[in-house]
């Protein structure tokens, strides 16, 4: 069953010198007449993508090719700009370190949030916190506000939350790479243990061994596009290859 289809799908964005973006200097500038039109860069170009229930995808790419780009597309973070994008079922996506949680308030009441963020009750989400902090190895920090966490803590927490939840697909951007080895590890079965339980599960990480070990499908992205798709093997073993000549 098909679980996700893009066709054509673009994505202009702004570049990054608008992110500066200043009244003052604005007006002056169209006074002077001096202004020019913001810049825009392509960062999606006309993706065409249809990941099938239970399919565990890794995507690479070099930095700036995308991959964050697409998964936040795909989660309904960022809205194309043209083409379409569908989704069916319930999604979870990790995808910026620490997006979702609020870093005033507790590690307990970040994970009710989280939970009601992702259309679930107060309740269920309250019987599901034992073992969202067990997993995340937390218990003891259940009642410290998240700014107290290390980064490797609040990647445990947002993994242990998403993973905790068994949506139809998961969604994961690099988490893997900011927790220790022995949390890695434990992350790394309990995706094994999602494949198993027909979810799907996308992946972006620079760890190509990981990507070879754990996904099937394999997706290249460069420069916005898809250069390869196909058996998460012989899409690293391209990408290496490309490496090579560069
Ligand atoms: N908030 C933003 N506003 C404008 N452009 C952005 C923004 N975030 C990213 N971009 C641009 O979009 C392009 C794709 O970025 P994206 O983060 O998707 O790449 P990536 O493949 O995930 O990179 P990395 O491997 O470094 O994480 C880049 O050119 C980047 O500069």
């Given at each position: 069953?098909?679980?996700?289809?893009?066709?054509?799908?673009?994505?202009?964005?702004?570049?990054?010198?608008?992110?500066?973006?200043?009244?003052?200097?604005?007006?002056?500038?169209?006074?002077?007449?001096?202004?020019?039109?913001?810049?825009?860069?392509?960062?999606?170009?006309?993706?065409?993508?249809?990941?099938?229930?239970?399919?565990?995808?890794?995507?690479?790419?070099?930095?700036?090719?995308?991959?964050?780009?697409?998964?936040?597309?795909?989660?309904?973070?960022?809205?194309?700009?043209?083409?379409?994008?569908?989704?069916?079922?319930?999604?979870?996506?990790?995808?910026?370190?620490?997006?979702?949680?609020?870093?005033?308030i507790s590690v307990m009441d970040n994970i009710?949030?989280?939970?009601?963020?992702?259309?679930?009750?107060?309740?269920?989400?309250?019987?599901?916190t034992q073992s969202i902090l067990d997993f995340a190895e937390l218990q003891d920090y259940a009642l410290v506000p998240v700014k107290g966490l290390s980064?490797g803590m609040v990647a445990r927490l947002?993994?242990a939350i998403?993973?905790?939840?068994?949506?139809?697909?998961?969604?994961?951007?690099?988490?893997?790479?900011?927790g220790d080895?022995s949390f890695?590890?434990k992350?790394?079965?309990?995706?094994?243990?999602?494949?198993?339980?027909?979810?799907?599960?996308?992946?972006?990480?620079?760890?190509?061994?990981?990507?070879?070990?754990?996904?099937?499908?394999?997706?290249?992205?460069?420069?916005?596009?898809?250069?390869?798709?196909?058996?998460?093997?012989?899409?690293?073993?391209?990408?290496?290859?490309?490496?090579?000549?560069?």
């Amino acid at each position: 069953m098909e679980v996700i289809r893009l066709d054509e799908v673009s994505l202009w964005r702004r570049t990054q010198e608008e992110f500066s973006y200043d009244l003052k200097k604005t007006l002056l500038s169209v006074i002077e007449g001096k202004y020019r039109q913001p810049a825009k860069k392509l960062v999606l170009d006309k993706i065409d993508l249809v990941v099938e229930r239970g399919e565990k995808i890794g995507i690479i790419g070099a930095n700036g090719s995308g991959k964050s780009t697409l998964l936040k597309i795909i989660s309904g973070i960022l809205k194309q700009s043209s083409g379409t994008v569908r989704v069916r079922g319930q999604i979870a996506p990790l995808i910026e370190l620490g997006a979702g949680f609020d870093a005033e308030i507790s590690v307990m009441d970040n994970i009710l949030l989280y939970g009601v963020l992702l259309g679930f009750s107060r309740s269920e989400m309250r019987e599901r916190t034992q073992s969202i902090l067990d997993f995340a190895e937390l218990q003891d920090y259940a009642l410290v506000p998240v700014k107290g966490l290390s980064s490797g803590m609040v990647a445990r927490l947002g993994f242990a939350i998403a993973t905790d939840i068994q949506p139809d697909i998961l969604i994961l951007d690099e988490v893997l790479s900011v927790g220790d080895e022995s949390f890695k590890n434990k992350c790394k079965q309990r995706i094994d243990k999602f494949w198993d339980d027909n979810a799907t599960v996308l992946v972006v990480s620079h760890d190509l061994r990981f990507v070879q070990q754990s996904c099937v499908r394999g997706i290249w992205l460069d420069k916005g596009k898809i250069l390869f798709m196909g058996g998460a093997d012989e899409t690293v073993d391209c990408y290496l290859e490309a490496l090579k000549k560069i």
